[in-house]
Nanobody
Framework: QVQLVESGGGLVQAGGSLRLSCAASGRTISNYTMGWFRQAPGKEREFVVAIRWSDGSTYYADSLKGRFTISRDNAKNTVYLQMNSLKPEDTAVYYC??????????????????????WGQGTQVTVSS
């Protein structure tokens, strides 16, 4: 089992930026796809972005492409989520995930599987208007 610890959440004004970090420990993640999900109050958890650790391939939710960027530090076993031009609707608890299954629908839309995913505790991001 992978242990994940997120940090970097907080309160920011609309238009601002935040960088979230997720440090992984417990087992090697070199064969994992790491991801970020978020859950706003009263809504279901939704996929944000993922990165395949082995080759750095990235997968973004269409609605967030261009504002959010995922990256990784191999030496630190850490994945980052850089969030720019934040909007009030980005307010949510952001969860780091290890072991995300990525597939695609016939129309090319990303589909995620999380049946065997390890989750972090979540970090709150609040964007004020």
């Amino acid at each position: 089992q992978v242990q994940l610890v997120e940090s970097g959440g907080g309160l920011v004004q609309a238009g601002g930026s935040l960088r979230l970090s997720c440090a992984a420990s417990g087992r090697t993640i070199s064969n994992y796809t790491m991801g970020w999900f978020r859950q706003a109050p009263g809504k279901e958890r939704e996929f944000v972005v993922a990165i395949r650790w082995s080759d750095g391939s990235t997968y973004y939710a269409d609605s967030l492409k261009g504002r959010f960027t995922i990256s990784r530090d191999n030496a630190k076993n850490t994945v980052y989520l850089q969030m720019n031009s934040l909007k009030p609707e980005d307010t949510a608890v952001y969860y780091c995930a290890a072991g995300v299954q990525i597939s695609f629908t016939a129309t090319g839309k990303i589909r995620t599987g999380t049946s065997s995913t390890s989750w972090g505790q979540g970090t709150q991001v609040t964007v004020s208007s």
